[in-house]
């Protein structure tokens, strides 16, 4: 028997529906991407249909607590074997896996570090389609960008050298007009040409800081640093958890880098080695160690058995999935 599965809405508030959807054939589930044109099939146990609350910036510039929703297919231990971001309907995902013969877990309500945990848990072979296209003019950015700041530059030089300030600040009330319809990054990139310096200069100071120990992990993503004797788990610029040190009383004490059926990750742990918060993914040896050298933090690195990993995820309290 036949059945198909497509999501209504973006996995946050206000964004854009996923074009992916699930059919399950003869015992066989399989995930598709309209967007890319990709494909995955495979095997669940159980289907997780999800919901856990992340800060993201609001339009004041200040972190706000949104749901993100999805659904994802985990095997036999739990471990997620495909994510799929985005807003599904709960009845449909009851019709679906029960004309599938599929169980799912219903984890909407559950504790959102107990789901961040669970979704942390990478299978071997873990994929996420997002089912989102990049923008149109992301093979643009650089050149529009760029053009869009030296016709800025070149704008405010000629108002001040003539003098033109009334013009000018006809253009700023019609900037702010406009500011209201018009996506405010593109507009920051005509009007203030510094961007197209700065962002460059703060990859690089952030690169700095990697290779003196005093941040770990990309400036977009999960990364650690340590201010005032606290250890932050950062997204951007915002912290998404932070442990007082043990060494000031706390309990984050170490850093565990493994490895396990070909995917890796990082966890913060206590002076037990008990897990306080998972990030997956691979991380450089090389700047775990300066790090933990430099925050002195106990480094362990160790390749799992999938017992030995199952057992570590089923542990985990929190994560950054």
Not at 48 to 58: D, L, S, T
Not at 110 to 131: E, F, I, K, T
Not at 267 to 289: A, E, I, K, N, S
Request: proline residues 7%; charged residues 15%.
């Amino acid at each position: 028997m036949a059945a198909r599965l497509v999501p209504y809405g973006g996995a946050t508030w206000q964004t854009r529906c996923p074009g992916t959807s699930l059919s399950w054939h003869e015992g066989t589930l399989t995930a598709a991407d309209a967007v890319t044109g990709q494909s995955v099939s495979l095997t669940p146990a159980a289907l997780y249909h999800y919901c856990y609350g992340q800060e993201v910036v609001g339009v004041d510039g200040k972190p706000e607590p949104r749901p993100v929703t999805g659904l994802a297919a985990l095997d036999a231990d739990g471990l997620v074997l495909l994510d799929l971001p985005g807003a599904w309907h709960a009845p449909f995902v009851h019709h679906f896996t029960v004309a599938a013969g599929l169980p799912v877990v219903d984890a909407r309500r559950a504790p959102s570090g107990q789901v961040r945990a669970v979704l942390a848990g990478r299978a071997p072979g873990w994929r996420r389609l997002s089912g989102l296209p990049r923008p149109w003019l992301w093979r643009w950015r650089l050149p529009i960008a760029v053009g869009a700041g030296v016709a800025g530059l070149a704008l405010m030089t000629y108002l001040a050298m003539s003098g033109a300030w009334l013009a000018w600040r006809g253009i700023a009330s019609l900037g702010r007009l406009v500011l209201d319809l018009v996506d405010a990054k593109w507009l920051a990139m005509a009007f203030s040409p510094l961007l197209l310096v700065v962002r460059p200069v703060a990859a690089r100071m952030h690169r700095l800081r990697t290779r003196r120990g005093t941040v770990l992990g990309p400036p977009g993503g999960p990364h650690l640093q340590v201010r005032q004797g606290w250890l932050h788990v950062t997204r951007g610029k915002h912290t998404i958890e932070k442990f007082l040190l043990a060494r000031a009383g706390g309990l984050a004490a170490g850093l565990l880098v493994y490895r396990c059926e070909g995917g890796a990750g990082l966890v913060v742990t206590d002076r037990f080695g008990h897990p306080l918060h998972h990030l997956p993914g691979p991380w450089p040896h090389d700047d775990v160690h300066r790090f933990a050298t430099r925050n002195k933090l106990e480094l362990r690195v160790r390749s799992f058995s999938r017992a030995e990993y199952v057992a570590l995820i089923r542990s985990c309290r929190d994560a950054s999935p």
